[in-house]
């Protein structure tokens, strides 16, 4: 019976024998379509331009398109004039205007050229799915362009007075841009994001934006993202750590004007409290070039020491409460001396390099002052109030997850926390024990309920949970066993700076290490893939990013500025269409400029290519799968009909 009434249910859709094999013909006919392609980038870091490039190009992608659409029919720079028009559209047809090369032939032949290649990049795609994607504006035109076979003499005249029109009609410049947004939007089918939007860049809130404006992207959490998570769900300890690296890295402005976070109470702590010392372990580190005055350089020092004071009596209070998360090593407050000159850790004194700690209480180290306490919790209200964070971090949950398995390849950040004898290491909470792929859904459950319950008062454990996942010593987001930020700031020896990898990334070389993660979240060995960022590959130093004969993908290769130095490039990404999968890097990305007015375009080289034995078809993939099974439904359907125990319509 209640078969029957699913059958009914679904009737509604499908009300008749011709719907039901209509839909089991177009289902069947998708099956056999190549599948689309798959973008990934990771470790992204606020680098906003340098993301949106690598967007508009699809690392190479649409270059290779055009190279295959029209071969030597163009020249050298006649495809790169097309390449950076595709990129920036409204920008190219400024300065080809200001060259004055703009006319109707200009008009025609550019509008031919860029339905040659729409058809190229969407091949590959239904005519629903095409035009779904397609501008509604000109929906109806570039639709009827790309299905026009205009070397038919009955439709060239056809062809060309549509083209003609559009001139005509003053839609020229309209029209090019929405064809090539459309381009752009149809290379990629799937965009996967490993980790890292936030933090060190100054342009995260953009980032997220584009990702939400975006047709089919996923997000697997990196620490960096999480910080700002907890941050938004009503963790102090995460903000501190937040406001902390924006004021480290100089980037402050998408606190301030991205999110409308008020800094007003910490800069008047720090104005009161830490202005007339010295801040010499508290200078900012701009990425680039900067034009701040000396007394905003002072400033941003006190406020970033009088920040990390706070994280630190956060983080303790955290520790503390928390003891399952073994943490206490982390805990030095407590231990400096009474003259405020040096601290013992474990075991060992070392002289601190700066020793003025005015809202420090000796005998209550972890006690927020009352002029902390007004700070923090102003701040606190901006971060909980802020719409647009809250916006892009409900973002992050919805479109997000610690980890993915898709089509056979398995997507995180940066580990899986093992022992020294190459199994998952074990972490306990309340009595439980959590490794591996447990481990992950673990984290991901307690994260998502941090967020969603933040207004309930018992919610104190999630929130402390998602602080552990950016820096905790099992944490799979994060991957070392500390995060040395108090003896970075004030001890010399740089022994106590050194933050150890987790055994993990000692055996991720191997290739059985590699099939035994595989095993473990339920992927066929001889199919997956691992793909993970978080800890940049060090290219100049001859380090692959293929690792256990190309089971496992390392693509974090410096696409935030600082790294570049130690990778010596600008990123990895990687490409898995229906013929190959190919890992490219990138150099560090000079300006949108550069490619509007220089056809600068940053072609990515390829470093590792594998292409399949057998080209990937759309019934190999998890949305094959979900087809594949909606066929055999409608088929119970279509026999439910045909016997007469569902009345057609």
Known sequence: MELINYYKLLSKKYPNIDAVSEEIINLTAILKLPKGTEHFITDIHGEFESFNHIMRNASGTVKRKIDLTFGDKLTEKEKKDLASLVYYPKEKLNFFKSEKIVDDNWYETTIYHLVLLIRKVSYKYTRSKVRKALPDSFDYIIEELMQEQEDLESKQKYFNHIIK?????????????????????????????????????PSSDLIMDDIIDHHNVDIQWGNHDVIWMGAAAGSKACMA?????????????????????????????????????????????????????????????????AIAIIQFKLEGQVIMRNPDFEMQ???????????????????????????????????????LSQEEKEAIDIIAHSFIQSEKLQEHVETLYGKGSVYLICNDNLLYHACIPMNENKEFQKFTFEGEEYSGKGLFDFLDLRLREGFFN??????????????????????PLFGKDKMATFERYFIEDKKTHKENYNNYFNFRDEITISNKILEEFGIVENKGKIITGHIPVKAKKGESPVKADGKLFVIDGG???????????????LIYNSQAMILVSHEPFETHEATIYENVDMIPKEVYV?????????????????????????????????KGLIEQK
């Open 454 to 475: 933040k207004e309930k008062k018992s919610n104190q454990k999630n929130l402390d949970i998602i602080w552990y996942t950016w820096c905790g010593p099992i944490s």
């Open 241 to 305: 750590n937040v406001i902390r690296i924006a004021l480290r890295y100089g980037s402050m402005k998408i606190l301030q004007e991205g999110y409308g976070i008020n800094l007003m109470p910490l800069a008047s702590l720090a104005m009161e409290k830490y202005i007339d010392n010295s801040l010499e372990r508290f200078q900012p580190k701009f990425e680039k070039n900067n034009n701040i005055k000396e007394k905003d350089l002072k400033l941003i020092a006190g406020m970033q020491k």
């Open 165 to 201: 029109t559009i001139i005509s009609t003053e839609r020229a410049d309209d029209f090019i841009i929405d064809i090539c947004d459309t381009i752009v939007r149809l290379v990629v089918d799937r965009l996967h994001i490993v980790g890292d939007v936030y933090d060190r860049g």
């Open 329 to 367: 090593d982390r805990l030095f407050l407590d231990k400096i001396k009474d003259d405020y000159k040096t601290v013992e850790i474990e075991g060992k004194e070392y002289t601190l390099l700066d020793n003025y700690f005015p809202t420090l209480d000796i005998n209550n180290p972890y006690t």
């Open 610 to 642: 594998h292409e399949v034995s057998k080209r990937v078809l759309v019934e190999d993939t998890d949305n094959g799968k979900d087809i594949k099974a909606n066929i055999e439904i409608l088929k119970e359907l279509l026999h439910a009909y045909r």
């Open 559 to 573: 696409f935030s500025y600082p790294y570049q130095k130690v990778t010596g490039i600008a990123g990895y990404t």
